[in-house]
């Protein structure tokens, strides 16, 4: 068959790749580092919006637009910045076309140059904060709550399909406060809005924490961030939230009049997901099938399947079918009866497989005989004859079951990936024998952190906040340290 | 106060950018011709688009995601599509920056220049179908049916808010089908998608029909189209839906093995509203006072204002006015109950009128007493005494009546400034006095039409499929004409 995927354990990026082609996820696009969201891909990514929006609602939070080009200046303005963002960006210089002289096509006008140049915005702190400065005069305009659901383009020169791509999309909150404090309150409430939705709808363990300052996103104070564990034992960075304290508000001159009559700056705090989580999703539970996919995420839950001989015993599962396709979608489940006749059942099961549809029923005649049907779940891939009696209390409870599931195995993994090192050595052996998470001692200095990236590629993932942090010494300098850290290779 | 606006009487044009601003639906942004979509204005277009999205699911469209940049070379291949859209355009030369060897900011890195320069999408035809290349191998890959929700850019030099930006939000359907008889069903069913919307969700009275040649969408063997009257009598294009034969299966080479075993190039629609819409709902319907939205296009339907003297005042107000909020909510009302004791009633009364919510509720001790609100429609300024008994049918009923009134009002204005002429003295003379829609006979010449369009700055806005066409003698020519066509200046 044309869609075999290479399994993980030949070559996981491989198996990746093919996964997210042949199950009509995304592909490359004639634009090189730009990619195609094709419709079952962004049926997913509707579906992670529309939770994460009421989600952000729901914590005051409203959206917005601001433009999708920032003039060049403006990167230069907040010090750190310019030095993350402002280099591989795509820049537009000119605003015009015409014809070729030569009579070929199209040519760039040479007098349609820009005066200054316009940046296709990598993120939009600097251009949302020029805009903030006119929206903000007193303490009475504050805390601004805003969230725009975007595209951004980074130039990136190696580019794979959702986990790094030239062009992406995203949502990005942006808010402004009139206390450092308030702001560090809403950038950590918005990271453990990160970690419930990765958690009870991609059913992916994340761990909540800070970054590094050498990891830290560029013009933040503080980034907090979820990391999670892929397959591979690879990390995969799946949200960031910075306090980014008075930075931007320095840059773009943004002051308010304090409720005590002072002049201040507004403290901010900037937070994003992208695209990138189709990505986490799929490599943290798929398998050599196919996709897997939680529930809850799944833009089918429920595909039904007949299998029959001739017209007249279709007739009588198609009444059977869309009697529980009516009885499950009143219970809010989402049903796709396929009886199309230009496909045998073995090609649709192995296609439902592939694109990671939770549960499957098949229907034929002697199943129809004794009001049964044959329940396949694309998690376990176990299958059971189920009645069709009350099959819709089957069926929601099986979802939540398969959702919960997904998640164990993940947490399982992860744990069973998760290791206590003390010693430099062994640190090296293992993560090259094993990969995984590595609790390990670190003397908090970014040489140290330098080298250990140098020498391992792996990096400090996230630092948590532990109530009863564990003292030690550095695993590689025997400096003291405060607390263990993760350490991982990432993507 | 401040946010006095200027009287459409006075300054209509004026009018119209003062409430935007004022209104806090839109602003001018730090990018020439950019704008900032604000809160207020941006939840007023995710209401558009819940609806229109829905309607595009029911009617059997999947979303996707195509990428933001176009090769140039890709523009010229439709001979004309290039000449609509290849000219004015935001065009990416680079793809680095690189910090001032003079020490002040970032300047374009000369050698990171694009082999081919990129073109920021101004539609995105072509690299759709350079995508559906890829996609359509036979009749079984047929229909496409897929829309994106996306920003385009088209380089304008003379901008307006929501009117005409260099930025724009929009929505592009493409399809592709097996037959022409197909794609054009397709492209009528789509306009009366749009139709439908702008009848029962924005209260538009718009009508429907085909543009002239001269009109259409480049690169369309048809548009149609749905025209929109605004309260200066100017027409403003609402939606379009394009048949485009077979043009862009022919220029990216898409050709579809047919049920016959034959190879035929596929053919085509493709169809589109943009933020414009907000345009053309601020214009039909709001007042001196401000915005006036029709209920179901409102993000606060009703605003509950206390009015109280003192604390305990206050505290007996909250208690009946979150009784209400909770009845009026449970029948999907959205409410909004302003507390806030910084602000005066009489300043948040202007402010919602300003702002557009339909009903406002006013409550004081002895509307209390008496267990009765005050009621303000803001379609009509009037208000009213109402019980608190039952308050919420009053209400859910009171809804359905503004959002009729609304469209019954703009439909009484079209009526009023729709006039038959047959003489082009009399057309021009009248045109210039009243403004308004003029059917006229037209002998169906391009020349004609840019004649007229040239001396009255009045364009063909549509021409109605008719039952029974009235035929008579070109208004300019004399030439015989099949039907009246619509005639108006258009926005």
């Known amino acids: 068959m044309a869609k075999e995927l290479t399994t ?105 140059k820009l005066e200054e140049e316009l940046i296709v915005r990598p993120t939009s702190e600097t251009i949302i904060w020029s805009t903030y400065k006119n929206w903000i005069q007193s303490y009475r305009d504050l805390p601004l709550l805003i969230n725009q659901w975007a595209n951004v383009v980074r130039w990136e020169m190696r580019t794979r399909l959702f986990l790094r791509t030239a062009e992406f ?52 104070l503080d980034t907090y961030c979820i990391e999670a564990m892929m397959q591979d034992g690879k990390a995969l ?14 840059a773009f001159d943004v002051k308010f009049a304090t409720k005590e009559g002072n002049l201040d700056y507004v403290w901010a705090t900037s937070w994003g997901v992208s695209t990138r989580l189709m990505g986490a999703l799929i490599m943290a539970h798929s ?75 098949a229907m034929g005649m002697r199943d129809l005989e004794k009001n049964e049907v044959e329940l396949a779940r694309r998690d376990t891939l176990q299958k059971t004859q189920v009645s069709q ?22 947490f399982k993994f992860r744990a069973e990936n998760t290791f206590k090192v003390d010693s430099y050595e062994e640190f090296k052996k293992q993560l090259d024998e094993k990969g995984g998470f590595y609790l390990a001692h670190w003397d908090g200095t970014a040489e140290t952190e330098a080298l250990i990236k140098e020498e391992t590629k792996a990096t400090i993932r996230v630092i948590t906040d532990d109530e009863n942090p564990e003292p030690g010494f550095c695993m590689v300098t025997g400096k003291p340290s405060k607390q263990r850290v993760v350490f991982a290779r990432a993507y």
């Not at 907040?78 to 820049?91: L, W």
């Not at 206390?179 to 419930?196: L, N, P, W």
């Open 287 to 361: 398998d050599d099938h196919g996709l897997v996919l939680p529930p809850k995420m799944a833009p089918i839950q429920v595909v039904i399947v007949p299998i029959y001989k001739n017209m007249a015993d279709l007739e009588k599962i198609d009444n059977a079918a869309f009697e529980i396709k009516k009885k499950l979608e009143k219970r809010g489940i989402s049903v796709k009866y396929d009886n199309r006749d230009t496909q045998k059942p073995g090609w649709k099961f192995a296609e439902y497989e592939l694109k990671g549809v939770p549960v499957r029923l």
């Open 8 to 112: 993980r354990e030949e070559n996981y990026s491989q198996w990746y790749n093919d996964l997210v082609t042949k199950a009509d996820l995304a592909e490359n696009s004639a634009v090189r580092g730009c990619m195609v969201i094709k419709p079952h891909g962004y049926a997913i990514w509707e579906k992670m919006q529309a939770v994460l929006d009421k989600m952000f609602k729901d914590t005051g939070h409203v959206n917005a637009y601001f433009p999708l080009f920032i003039p060049k200046s403006f990167l230069s303005k907040e010090a750190s910045h310019v030095e993350g963002f402002a280099k591989e960006c795509a820049v537009v210089t000119h605003y015009r076309l015409k014809s070729d002289p030569n009579g070929k096509g199209v040519i760039v006008d040479p007098e349609a």
């Open 389 to 410: 009696e009350n099959i819709e209390d089957y069926i929601e409870n099986l979802l939540v079951e398969i959702q919960q599931n997904i998640y164990d195995k993940a």
């Open 169 to 220: 999309l995203w949502q990005e909150g942006h808010t402004a406060h009139a206390s450092k404090e308030e702001a560090i309150v809403e950038a950590e409430k918005m990271i453990e809005v990160y970690a419930t939705f990765a958690r009870e709808y991609l059913a992916i363990p994340v761990i909540v924490g800070r970054k590094s300052e050498s990891e830290r996103f560029a013009g933040a």
């Open 237 to 250: 960075q799946a949200g960031t939230s910075h306090f980014l304290g008075q930075n931007f508000a320095k």
